[in-house]
Structure formats: structure tokens, C-alpha cells
């Protein structure tokens, strides 16, 4: 479901600000981050509204009581997400933390913590993920 849906339903919207050696600085609309994405070969547009998907790999999951959405660091690539999730599949759930992010699960049942319950579609989550968050640009 997250995989086939995140290009279009969960398409995370913004300005990339800057593209160059393979990377992009995308800006989510409705917020102050700057999210330094691999993106290599992107000829989108820059300074410009685009949408796309934000793709980041999981190193370990929690199911957190409450909290607000947000993504650590404000600048830079992503290193901590947390917030509500907006679909799952076996492989992957979306996460709205200030925008949309698809989070590919980890494998190891040990990098999961779901003491406030299970990973499900309105669940607040928070998410340390590995180096090499990624921006795909939706086609057009």
C-alpha cells in the first residue's frame, strides 16, 4: 500500500532550493526544514513548487504514546522522524512528521519497540533511520 500510494497520495510537497553532485536541499511547504536528499540525476524544477517521495531506511522503530511530528535535524539529512503514520504495508509505512516520508522497515524484529502498541495507521512513531535518505521526483 505505502509503496504503490507515495508518489501520489503521500507525495511530499516543497521547493527544492539547490541541486547539485547527486543531492538536492528540498524544503517541505509548511515548514523551516531543509532536507539534504540524495537524488541523483534530478532535472526537476529548483526554486519551484514539486512534489515527490521522500524515501528513508529504518535502523529502529518505536511506538511513542505522544509527542508532535517533527524531523531531526532541522537541517540537513534526516537522522530521527517522528510522527503519525498514514499507511503500512509489510515493507514500508508513511510518516506525516512535518511532511511525508516513506520509512522501509527493518528485517531484525530486535529493531522494533512497539510498547505503546502496534504499528497501525494513526499511530505516533518515532523512527532513527540510516544515512541516505533519497527525493524521487513525482512523473509528471
Known amino acids: 500500500m505505502a509503496d504503490s500510494t507515495a ?6 510537497r516543497g521547493k527544492v532550493t539547490e541541486a547539485k553532485d547527486g543531492t538536492v536541499r528540498f524544503a517541505p511547504s509548511g515548514t523551516n526544514y531543509e532536507l539534504h536528499l540524495a537524488a541523483p540525476g ?3 524544477p529548483v526554486g519551484a ?10 535502523r529502529k522503530v518505536w511506538t511513542v504514546p505522544s509527542g508532535g511530528n517533527f524531523i ?3 537541517f540537513g539529512p534526516p537522522r530521527t522522524i ?17 511532511t511525508n516520508l516513506v520509512v522501509e522497515l527493518p528485517q531484525s524484529d530486535a529493531a522494533y519497540d512497539l510498547v505503546n502498541g ?3 495507521v494513526g499511530a505516533m512513531v518515532n523512527v532513527m533511520v540510516f ?8 512523473s509528471k
Open 7 to 12: 508518489a501520489g497520495e503521500f507525495a511530499a
Open 42 to 44: 534530478y532535472a526537476g
Open 49 to 58: 513548487l514539486t512534489e515527490g517521495t521522500i524515501r528513508v531506511s529504518a
Open 72 to 74: 531531526a535535524p532541522i
Open 82 to 98: 517522528q510522527g503519525r503514520v498514514r499507511a503500512v504495508s509489510e515493507q514500508s509505512i508513511v510518516v506525516h512528521a512535518g
Open 118 to 120: 502496534p504499528i497501525a
Open 131 to 138: 544515512p541516505g535518505a533519497r527525493f524521487e521526483p513525482a
